[in-house]
């Protein structure tokens, strides 16, 4: 299921930035004494009682500036508050009460969403100062007194925040489902891709980037068998997203791949593999999750003999380390080809599902190790004692060694090119995890 979604907001300046970075243990949000430093809303995960949750880091409201850029701010910092479960106000101890945060409190009551009052800036352990009770009336509700600068106050904040998470809903799919999330910039043809597919016009399309503003699941039974389809608003560049509603978009396509079990990563045939492209290619990898590449739009590229392997071999040098996954090149627009991708996804599903008996991998790995010898420094060598599969989707492989110093990856790439030459496992990454284990 998706994460939940918390997100800070407040006017700015009152340590929404340091807050967040607090919580993430990463330095992500530019802290600055400058109103207005963190124009655009950032998010990371963060886990809390073993659930996780997105929090979202978003620019401060001022709702009485006429700038611009303050107005933009505000405008992303109401698509946060729109779209989260659980919202924490933030407020300074410091300044009191002022114009703007009763503005902001008038606001987000009409939400009738979970609203957590952090009083931030209470530097000091002990008694809360009595400047702390004015809050109240701001009409949120129960106050929590936190420094976010010393990282008081935290962990019952955090309680809090848990207590309002939604609860932990089971994906209610049946298990035979496949989850497919269709991702690529944004106009790249993902809406027409599932239209064709489907066989309907059940998603909006247009020729405007971004009209698909959130993840939408359509269910479809055939031959193939069972497949959820999540059409995502596009990726795109966070430097070229204007529209700010888009930024919000961004986040729910992350989740889509996180959600999904076969990822169709789109391709626009006259523009190629962009930097873009790689990174959602990238980020489905890193998720483990089995991917097709869907080159679109091909019937708009002039061919002579040759151009699809040509084009095919550009494709793998952009994305070198997805050369696991099948390319297909398609017209959503004209239905070439589209009636394979069904075929490609249940395949890719399956290879990544695929479990191995621990002594077939052992015969795979005494030969392996026969052919090409673990490597060896300063005359102490690598030993593989045995290996196992741990789980699936993706394929993960225990390997029980003498030193982890001695493992290296180009050791790892080439058990891993074994076990592909051997099984397939066509589509989907492959994951190691090393273990150290002495022979007695």
């Known amino acids: 299921m998706p994460k939940p979604i918390v997100a800070v907001v407040g006017r700015p300046n009152v340590g929404k930035s340091t807050f967040f970075n607090y919580l993430v243990g990463k330095r992500i949000s530019i802290v600055e004494d400058t109103p207005g430093v963190t124009r655009d809303r950032i998010y990371a995960e963060v886990e ?4 996780k949750f997105t929090l979202i880091d978003t620019g401060g409201i001022e709702p009485y500036s006429e700038d611009t850029i303050m107005q933009q701010m505000k405008r992303q910092a109401e698509i946060a508050i729109d779209t989260a479960d659980v919202i924490v106000f933030m407020v300074d101890v410091k300044d009191g009460i002022t114009a703007s945060d009763k503005e902001v409190a008038t606001m987000l009551r009409k939400t ?3 609203i957590i009052l952090a009083v931030n800036k209470v530097d000091q352990v002990g008694e809360p100062p009595a400047d702390v009770y004015e809050f109240y009336n701001l009409g949120i509700g129960e106050i929590m007194t936190i420094s976010s600068i010393h990282g008081l106050g935290m962990g019952d904040l955090l309680d809090e925040i848990f207590k309002y998470l939604p609860e932990e809903d089971i994906e209610d799919y049946e298990e035979d489902v496949i989850k ?14 599932i239209n064709r597919i489907i066989g309907e016009d059940r998603v909006i399309v247009s020729d405007i980037p971004g009209t698909t503003r959130d993840a939408i699941d359509t269910f479809i039974e055939n031959e193939h068998g069972k497949f959820v389809f999540i059409d995502t608003a ?10 700010k509603i888009e930024k ?3 986040i729910r396509s992350w989740t889509a791949i996180e959600r999904a079990d076969v990822c169709l990563i789109l391709i626009d045939a006259q523009e190629g593999v962009t930097e873009q492209d790689t990174k959602i290619a990238g980020y489905a990898h890193e998720q483990g999750k089995a991917s097709v590449i869907v080159v679109n739009k091909w019937d708009l590229v002039e061919k002579e003999t040759g151009t699809l392997e040509e084009y095919r071999k550009k494709v793998h040098e952009k994305l070198g380390f997805m050369l696991y996954a099948p390319v297909i090149f398609i017209s959503a627009m004209t239905g070439q080809r589209v009636d394979k991708t069904y075929g490609l996804i249940k395949y890719v599903s399956e290879q990544a599902a695929m479990r191995i008996s621990t002594g077939v991998l052992n015969d795979l ?3 392996a190790t026969a052919m090409v010898q673990p490597p060896s420094d300063k005359g102490k060598r690598l030993k593989i004692y045995y290996m196992t599969q741990a ?6 492989f225990i390997l029980f060694i003498n030193d982890m110093k001695l493992m290296h990856y180009s050791y790892e790439r080439y058990l891993e090119n074994q076990l592909r030459k051997s099984f397939g496992f066509e589509g ?8 150290e284990k002495e022979r007695e």
């Open 112 to 114: 009738q969403k979970p």
């Open 234 to 243: 596009g990726i795109r560049r966070q430097s070229k997203i204007n529209e």
């Open 428 to 435: 989907t990454p492959i994951r190691f995890i090393l273990r």
């Open 248 to 250: 919000y978009s961004t």
């Open 365 to 367: 790995l005494n030969e």
């Open 180 to 193: 497919v999330a269709v991702v690529g910039k944004p106009n790249v043809g993902k809406s027409s891709l």
């Open 391 to 396: 789980s699936v989707k993706p394929p993960t």
């Open 48 to 51: 809390w009682r073993n659930r």
